[in-house]
């Protein structure tokens, strides 16, 4: 793989692909591949390397190409309908989680699910609550639905556009959260190709003269929908996280707060009604 791969991924990236082929192709932890080096590989597995280092070399993302990512610590499905989830969206669960410890029976709504990794995750983090996922996606909400059969939990999904559908008027979720497209497109000429040529436009870009929007669609369910006291999460654009604040703060939430992330960027936002 290095001969092939090291001038495109560089040879620190490419250990890195190689152990995740070695764990999911022929499920050997990194031990086993030392341990079994000198062993002859399973006869199918020559062919399946020769088809992922093809591919590779296309730019697809490793992930596409084994069809599972990480997210939280748990293996998702993934395909050209989702979104490869990012360690930074882990630091939004983590951010739910540690505000809401200890409590039960919570009501959780995820806007834009995609691989559905965030409402998997606080399903599996938070004691007996009670997710819904919304996706605009039918592809998209087939892989969120087969992982969480996979990982043994129980999530509502349904398929809506937060654009277009009517107001929520439940008032009695607890927690709203997403990560929705936002992208401009004008950002679009620094982005990697295995980015751009692989991962789906519709959850990635906004238009470059309205970048809040998928944020202000939210913005006004979350109002209807959360109960006095609930809170809503997001993830944000690092060039409009401030401007998400004062959005949230203007359509009557309080407490709008700025998060970075483990890189330093602005990169969440919260808000309580």
């Known amino acids: 793989m290095h001969q092939r791969l090291d001038a495109i991924y560089g040879p620190t990236e490419v250990a890195a692909i190689t152990r995740m082929v070695m764990e999911q192709v022929l499920n050997y932890s990194p031990v086993d591949t030392v341990l ?6 399973p006869e199918f597995f020559d062919a399946r390397l020769a088809d992922i280092i093809g591919r590779l070399e ?3 993302p490793i992930q596409y190409v084994l069809g599972v990512a990480t997210f939280h610590g748990h293996r998702f499905r993934v ?7 990012r360690p930074e969206t882990e630091q939004l669960v983590d951010l739910i989680v540690d505000d809401h410890s200890g409590r039960e029976d919570l009501r959780v709504m995820d806007v834009g699910t995609g691989t559905g990794c965030i409402a998997i995750s606080l399903a599996r983090a938070l004691k007996f609550a009670q997710v819904t996922a919304i996706d605009v996606s039918a592809d998209a909400l ?6 969480a ?3 043994k939990v129980r999530v509502r999904f349904v398929q809506a556009d937060v654009l277009t559908m009517p107001l929520w008027q439940s008032q009695s979720l607890d927690i709203v959260v997403s990560n929705p497209p936002y992208v401009c497109l004008a950002e679009r000429a620094q982005m990697d190709r295995n980015v751009l040529d692989y991962e789906p436009a519709q959850a990635l870009f906004v238009p470059d003269d309205d970048p809040l929007l998928f944020y202000r669609a939210i913005a006004r369910q979350a109002a209807q929908a959360l109960a006095p006291g609930g809170r809503l999460y997001l993830e944000v654009n690092r060039r409009f996280a401030h401007d998400v604040a004062a959005l949230l703060t203007t359509a009557g939430f309080i407490d709008a707060r700025v998060h970075r992330d483990a890189y330093g960027n602005d990169r969440f936002v919260t808000a309580q009604k």
């Open 36 to 41: 079994r080096a000198q062993n002859d590989a």
């Open 58 to 60: 296309h730019n697809e």
């Open 79 to 85: 395909t050209p309908a989702t979104l490869i989830p």
């Open 142 to 147: 087939a892989v969120a639905h087969a992982n």
């Open 149 to 151: 059969q996979d990982l």
